[in-house]
T-cell receptor, first 112, second 114 residues
């Protein structure tokens, strides 16, 4: 069964606002990653958070991880039109850390 | 580095034809992954290699699909015979062992089977 599932499926906000996307997963993990995909392009890695971390920052990105709830959130602050893309969480199981299982993604639209 | 290179970028073929997708991973990366992306099923891992050896092909849909990695700088995904339901975007990704598990994706091959 699919490991990661994002919520919401689609999000539309005004430029400058913050965008929050959530991810839930089912089994214990080593780490959780977030990727971005612009239309017609491959996925690009944004940030990784390990299972023993609770929060991580990278520029305008903030990721949290709650292993007790098996959930993560990605916050993009002060959104820009260029942030328009699909965002995916990806998890690896404790067994078989080579493999990543991706969620269905959140389609984020930033309106100018 | 040019990143992960995939060819062709677009492929249109008729049902029953053989299709070969190609991938060149980033130099020095030990693991290579093939994914398929569709609206209905999202991003699915088909197969991955480590040091040119197939490790897990449980995601390969059926015997019509096969993948090879003859050397560290080249991999192919073949579909024979192709069917309309194989229409999707196929991505190749590579990763360096011992890194933070970050995968680097190619631009994808959009396959249309008519």
């Amino acid at each position: 069964s699919q490991q990661g599932e994002e919520d919401p499926q689609a999000l539309s906000i005004q430029e400058g606002e913050n965008a929050t996307m959530n991810c839930s997963y089912k089994t214990s993990i080593n780490n959780l990653q977030w990727y971005r995909q612009n239309s017609g392009r491959g996925l690009v890695h944004l940030i990784l958070i390990r299972s023993n971390e609770r929060e991580k920052h990278s520029g305008r990105l903030r990721v949290t991880l709650d292993t007790s709830k098996k959930s993560s959130s990605l916050l993009i602050t002060a959104s820009r039109a260029a942030d328009t893309a699909s965002y995916f969480c990806a998890t690896d199981a404790l067994q078989g850390a080579q493999k990543l299982v991706f969620g269905q993604g959140t389609r984020l639209t930033i309106n100018p | 580095d040019a990143g992960v290179i995939q060819s062709p970028r677009h492929e249109v073929t008729e049902m029953g034809q053989e299709v070969t997708l190609r991938c060149k991973p980033i130099s020095g990366h030990n693991s290579l992954f093939w994914y398929r992306q569709t609206m209905m099923r999202g991003l699915e891992l088909l197969i991955y290699f480590n040091n040119n050896v197939p490790i897990d092909d449980s995601g390969m849909p059926e015997d019509r699909f096969s993948a090879k990695m003859p050397n560290a700088s080249f991999s192919t995904l073949k579909i024979q015979p192709s069917e309309p339901r194989d229409s999707a975007v196929y991505f190749c990704a590579s990763r360096e062992d011992g890194s933070s598990y970050e995968q680097y994706f190619g631009p994808g091959t959009r396959l249309t089977v008519t």
